[in-house]
């Protein structure tokens, strides 16, 4: 794909857009990962939800002219900054990426050329991989045009999941006619919305995934407070919309996935939950026993005996 000549007036191939806060040193080495690109045709905006001047200032001195800094009037919060900022800017395709994360070299040339070569594909996505240091060797991987896995509907997604497929929301690479029109049910699912939005776009469009090293998010810890606005509704909305995707009534092997699945994740995105927010643990498993959800009772492994415990003692 050639690069558009310095200084051409023209619509960008890929808008990649960038929500900010207070994290300039992370932001600067996202930036340049950015501009390191093999596919040199994009747009950055640097959307700051924190009125840091700190940015305006960084973008400026930066000297390239498809960066620009944009601020919010008001605040909006860190989910409520990654959903406006998925449909800015005007390229075919809109990447939406932390600030804290870091693109492989190679990551725009292979998803544009999945959305460039399948016209019925409304996003691609790279499997997330966190990383605690960073390294020019995995950054500098190639992509290879096979490593992809298609999805054709919200079930196929589903499913996907459910057997251990791990997109990374921040490196989703949407056509932007696929984009869904009006606002995310942000208070249905909370911070827990990004695999919702997913099955909404696969809902009239397809779907890939890259299974490479591409992308790399950064391990956050025990700092990370990403889900201080998440509720115990919001994680069994979350599997409701696993459930309901799949072909109704459930098949034995899809039930099957659907409750191996939830009786490692309820404990796990409970563990999450600020502890406001906790219900007492068995009666929350035995919701989502009741909205046949998980079933302990013939769920094996980890899951089961984790849950059955909980449900007993509490802990």
């Known amino acids: 794909m050639p690069t558009p000549p ?13 929500p900010c806060y207070r994290q300039l040193d992370y932001a600067r080495r996202c930036v340049a990962s950015i501009l390191a690109q093999s596919l040199q045709d994009f747009e950055v905006t640097l959307v700051d939800d924190g009125a840091s001047d700190e940015y305006r200032t960084y973008v400026a001195s930066l000297g390239d002219a498809r960066v620009r800094y944009v601020r919010n009037p008001e605040r909006l919060g860190a989910m409520a900054n990654m959903f406006q900022v998925i449909g800015m800017g005007s390229g075919a395709y809109v990447l939406a990426f932390h600030e804290d994360d870091l693109l492989g070299r190679h990551y725009l040339m292979a998803a544009v050329g999945v959305l460039e070569q399948h016209p019925d594909c409304g996003f691609v996505a790279a499997e997330l991989r966190e990383f605690r240091q960073e390294s020019d060797a995995d950054l500098a991987c190639e992509a290879d045009p096979a490593a992809c896995e298609y999805w ?77 606005g998440m509720r115990a509704d919001h994680i069994l909305e979350l599997l409701r919309a696993y459930r309901d995707a799949l072909p109704q009534p459930l098949s034995a092997a899809d039930r099957t996935l659907l409750h191996h699945y939830a009786g490692y994740w309820l404990i796990q995105l409970y563990r999450l939950l600020p502890a406001e927010a906790q219900p007492p643990l068995p009666g929350f498993v035995f919701r989502a026993w009741r909205e046949g959800l998980y079933n302990p009772m013939r769920e094996r492994g980890v899951g089961r005996a984790g849950l059955l415990r909980a449900m007993v003692t509490g802990l």
């Open 6 to 18: 310095a200084g051409a007036m023209r619509t960008p191939l890929v808008s990649i857009n960038i």
């Open 152 to 228: 054709a509907s919200p079930a196929d997604f589903a499913r996907a999941v459910c057997r251990g497929a791990n997109p990374m929301f921040g490196s989703v690479v949407y056509r932007r006619a696929a984009l869904p029109s009006g606002p995310p049910p942000l208070g249905e699912y909370g911070t827990l919305m990004d695999r919702p939005f997913l099955m909404m776009v696969l809902g009239r469009w397809t779907g890939a995934l890259v299974r490479q090293p591409l992308v790399w998010y950064r391990h956050h810890g025990d700092t990370d407070q990403r889900h201080h």
